[in-house]
T-cell receptor, first 114, second 112 residues
Framework: AAGVIQSPRHLIKEKRETATLKCYPI?????VYWYQQGPGQDPQFLIS???????DKGSIPDRFSAQQFSDYHSELNMSSLELGDSALYFC?????????????FGPGTRLTVL | AQSVTQLDSQVPVFEEAPVELRCNYS??????LFWYVQYPNQGLQLLLK??????LVKGINGFEAEFNKSQTSFHLRKPSVHISDTAEYFC??????????FGQGTILTVHP
């Protein structure tokens, strides 16, 4: 079965650079969620989109922005990167069946900021 | 706000022994509770979830959890663990349509 695809899987950036993470949800999934997992920490919710509209926002820095496109893929844009942004970034997707919020997670993008 | 607390950060156990990973939740609204597993350098995989209905939930890989409203707990159990169960386990909560909030994680290490 098709899974959530994230690219790139690994990314190394310097401080103050920008990064773009991409997420391709499972086909026919309409909702995308972004989570950040710092070293040794639990995943923290950043932002979500439903039908290309932002549906919820968590502890996402102002330096980050995200959007969902017409084909439902999503991109997380990160600017002025800081050392503390080094983390594993997960994307998850879910279906139209909103009474059953089973979120399917991608393998994650590991971002290292030097 | 909904939150969960995982009571053990690390649980070592020998192969074929039973295991219980503890999770307490706090919420004043209807809950959606779940357990995810994260193998080293991999993404999160859903083990099981509870939204309503039977309080005993069976998941993949022989895991089960029991929703206990009076004790506000959702402990994960497996009667006999295998080396391949070594991973980090996250308990969490959420609404039926929104973001998920994870606990701090429990690292399960199965020794031969």
């Amino acid at each position: 079965a098709a899974g959530v695809i994230q690219s790139p899987r690994h990314l190394i950036k310097e401080k103050r650079e920008t990064a773009t993470l991409k997420c391709y949800p499972i086909p026919r999934h309409d909702t995308v969620y972004w989570y950040q997992q710092g070293p040794g920490q639990d995943p923290q919710f950043l932002i979500s989109f439903y039908e290309k509209m932002q549906s919820d926002k968590g502890s996402i820095p102002d330096r980050f922005s995200a959007q969902q496109f017409s084909d439902y893929h999503s991109e997380l844009n990160m600017s002025s990167l800081e050392l503390g942004d080094s983390a594993l970034y997960f994307c998850a997707s879910s279906t139209l069946d909103r009474a059953n919020n089973e979120q399917f997670f991608g393998p994650g993008t590991r971002l290292t900021v030097l | 706000a909904q939150s969960v607390t995982q009571l053990d950060s690390q649980v070592p156990v020998f192969e074929e022994a039973p295991v219980e990973l503890r999770c307490n939740y706090s919420s004043s609204v209807s809950v959606y509770l779940f357990w995810y597993v994260q193998y080293p350098n991999q993404g999160l995989q859903l083990l099981l979830k509870y939204l309503s209905g039977s309080t005993l939930v069976k998941g993949i890989n022989g895991f089960e959890a029991e929703f206990n409203k009076s004790q506000t707990s959702f402990h994960l159990r497996k009667p006999s663990v295998h080396i391949s169960d070594t991973a980090e386990y996250f308990c969490g909560s959420g609404t039926s349509y929104g973001k998920l909030t994870f606990g701090q994680g429990t690292i399960l290490t199965v020794h031969p």
